[in-house]
């Protein structure tokens, strides 16, 4: 297909006319047509204006309508496959194979939510019925249900064309719970954004649904973002990249008017705890598959390993060597944008210069490419020292190096909040594990045994999110279906007449669904 490079506001096209700018081909260091036209401030304006009047229509959508929505969205971005194949790879210097896993993925997030919708027991139906009787006051009848936001600011991520960005998770809970989505596309990968964006608005038309729910707006600079999120008709914000941009957006959000929710998933260091046992059983096994995921993706993962634990002893030197030797031997990999690709090599830069570290493996990082590293320091610097735990994005990780098991633990009681840690263990490390672990599920979202971070299955037990920075709101996850609760709301209703009432709460349970009654949840 050939592409616009224009905004999509509702069921119309943007205009040219707003600052102009092309994607990158990592791979090959070139510039990618079309040329792309950032929204107008008209046109941002318009696709709120959309959003807020579709709004109510598709809150009052029932569940089920919904899903078969939602479905339409999943085979639409399927049909696809053959013009994301032609033109991802190229923006991202990403495989083929993994836009393929990443359409799966996306794909299969808004059937997951189709599902979801489908059982209905998502709105968290609770009814207490009035108890006239009582002394010395009588109950009132109250129902309560999980209603939508409004309209939801999307921002598109870098390192996930598909999975994280317009057609990704944030975009598929938020219409699942009924809000429409203005998506503002990342630079990174406009034509992928573009394509996704089309298959979302087929799917609106082909199910009737009012234009507003959905837009896609382009922007190479913070102008459109900006102005998005402080638009009175957007209700809440789902962000997915630095710390730095998530922040900004944070006080953009809280200096409205009226503030707003901003789900933000910052990134995280992923620290990797070696427990005495396992480092001395296995150190060549350890170091091969943390070496696999440190690489994977060039380290543009949120979830990739940036801190890494071990104590000093059995183990510990063949385990380092090890390591030293897989990612001093990767060649340099091309990272996304060169902007992501000058920051990694300043981060590296930085850790490299630093006297109280000793660099294990550090390869050439040029242009566009970034080449692996490894730092180590002793644990007493790192505990010293925040600078040594904050994220480079990319293949770099630090080897702390405790003097024993109480020192291990005390680096991870200092942790920020992190989206992963994981415990590398053997059975002889069970009461260490023990000790550790409390202090883990306080500090992170997802806690792993024996495995890597990288790679987040999408499914209803999954949490990725945890406590701040890590992400915004350390209650909220980002993939799941636990996600939708970031764009919904409690809503309840006393004496309110049976007919009047929404179907989820009504006496005859016309949907089916599994209610909490009286504090019991059932299915009456």
Known sequence: MSWMGLSLIGAERGEPGGPTFTGWNPAEGVALEPRFHGARPQEVERACVLAEQAAPTLAALPSRQRAVFLE??????????????????????????????????AAGQFRQYARLLAEGSWVDARIDRALPERRPLPRPDLRSLLRPVGPVAVFGASNFPLAFSVAGGDTASALAAGCPVVAKAHPAHPATSERAGLAIRAAVAACGLHEGVFSLLFDAGTEVGASLVSHPAIRAVGFTGSRGGGRALMALAAARPVPIPVF?????????????????????AMADALATSILQGAGQFCTSPGLLVAVEGPGYEAFRARLAEKLGAASAAPMLTPAIAERFREGVSRLAARTDTRTCARGESRAALGAAALFEAEARVVLAESALTEEVFGSCAVLTVARDAAELVRVASRLEGQLTATVMMDAGDTALAAELLPTLSDRVGRVLMNGVPTGVEVCPAMVHGGPFPASSDGRFTAVGTGAIRRFVRPVCYQDVPDALLPPELRDANPLNLWRTVEGALKQE
């Open 72 to 105: 339409h969205v999943a085979e639409a971005l399927l049909a696809a496959e053959a013009d994301f194949l032609a033109v991802t790879p190229k923006e991202t210097g990403l495989p083929p194979a993994r836009i393929q896993g990443e359409l799966g993925r």
């Open 264 to 284: 933000a998933e910052m990134g995280s260091i992923n620290p990797i705890f070696l427990l005495p046992e396992a480092l001395a059983a296995r150190p060549q």
